[in-house]
């Protein structure tokens, strides 16, 4: 059952991504959306991307780990 937005539940299109470290800066990511972050652990974990997400990768190189 869709919302008269269109939106399938409550949920909104606004999260949170936190970093921390050696190389981070803050606001370094503006451009991304809480719907990169399943692609961007996946990358990490050496997995392949779900043909179903939404969302893109974060470029983390030159970020140490």
Known sequence: RRAPSGRSGNHVGR????A???GVIPG???DHHIRDLAPTVY?????????DFEGRRIPLEGVTR
């Open 43 to 51: 990358h990490l974990l050496g997995l392949p991307p779900r043909s």
């Open 28 to 30: 370094m990511y503006p």
């Open 15 to 18: 999260g949170w991504f936190a």
């Open 20 to 22: 921390q470290g050696p």
